[in-house]
């Protein structure tokens, strides 16, 4: 989908330019007289991988608060997430790396840290001075290295299983938190107008991955352990490709399902089950006009669907040995050749004062990672469910869905997994995501042909094959 963060080759003229354009940014602007010593103090330059245009207006605006309250300056660049590796060569190279980080993904925090760009020191000082025990554990778990903080997260958004809470009500049916469950439910669900479940299949799609990642992290299935080596061909792997399968093949729909089939399934109301991540959570709120709701009851009550929708995060298989789920953090960072104190302030203020407008450039994508402060824990938590769905909407998160939705989605990254981060190898889980070798072993499996440990003994041997290229 979209907010995959991808990997291609770029030409050199465009790298050149696109250079150019970062070193005009990096010039420092006319600011408030400061005397001539301290002129560096007063201005850091900023790289976001948020380019959108309405975003990065939105995000200079809080730059201004954050000048107000400071004097600081900072110059913010814009850096697209598929030109990021390249930009941060060349840079570095160059000497013209910025101060802070922002929006990092787990694979580009590893890159940068990988390169030795990262003042993990700062990022721990941060993270002491506004209170560890703010933070969801999990999200700094992902963004450490051993004791080296290598980001400080921000938010986090997830994969989540969507479901039908009326439906499953009238059925007496529990919410899907097993793969036990899900079958359960899909068997007793799905009829020719209804599926039990929706998911993605569709070969050469990161989406098909994520969906899958999704289901698979529950069951203890891995890419690749701790000592690097690649375990996509274990049991627990092939027992996800499996029930996968057999979830897709007996309770779904026909054919080839991809990111748009699947959320336009679920919002005309034929189907009882869906995997979609959080960005969902405003469509189902009616804000796109592209892609609305349009079940049959949805035409008197726009929002009757949202109101009726439940969601389940960390889900077990029966061989997982605790919930889980797939999910990406979003995260700064301080480089190692910043200009420490403004950087440190920068990021501190978009974590503090700054935190609730950050929140709600993008809500559905940025669902908080630091609840609150110490001296009030539920601060931000409580901040992100008042923003309203979208812009220029009354509807906020709080009114529009209710507390089990929201508590889950809020606690929901305490169990996010990410394929080859923890284990260090987040170079092999990024190329991975462009070859996509485990999206065609779904495809594979779910159209019948081929069966599940022999797509994912082929799927292992692709890993292998690019671990080699990239070691």
Known sequence: MKRTRGQVQVAVLAAMSLMAALLVSCTPGNGPPVPAQDSDHHNITVWTTETLPDRMAKLRVIIDGFTAATGVKADLVGVPPHRFNQVLTSSAGSGDLPDVMASLSLGQVRTVAAAGHIDFTTNAAIVQSLGEQTWNARALELTRDGGRQLAVPDSAWQQLIYYRKDLFATAGLKAPRTYADILAAARKLDSPALAGIVAANKTGQAFTQQSFEHIAQGNGCEMVDAAGRVTFDSPQCVSALGFYRDMLTNYSVTGTQDVDTVRTAYFAGKAAMAIWPTHMLDELAGTRVDARPSCPECTKDPLFLARNTGVVAGLQGPDGQRPAHFGEVSSWTVTADSDVEPARRFVEYFLTDGYAEWLAIAPEERV????????????????????????????????????????????????????????GHGDLAGAAMTELPIANAVSEVVAGRAEPQAAATKAAASLRSILKTIR
């Open 368 to 423: 908080p990672v630091r609840a609150g402060s110490a001296a009030s824990p539920a601060e931000y938590a409580d901040a992100w469910m008042s923003i309203p769905v979208a812009t220029g909407r009354t509807e906020r998160f709080g009114s529009v869905y209710g507390k089990d939705v929201l508590s889950t989605v809020l606690q929901g990254s305490g169990d996010l997994e990410h394929w080859g981060i923890v284990q």
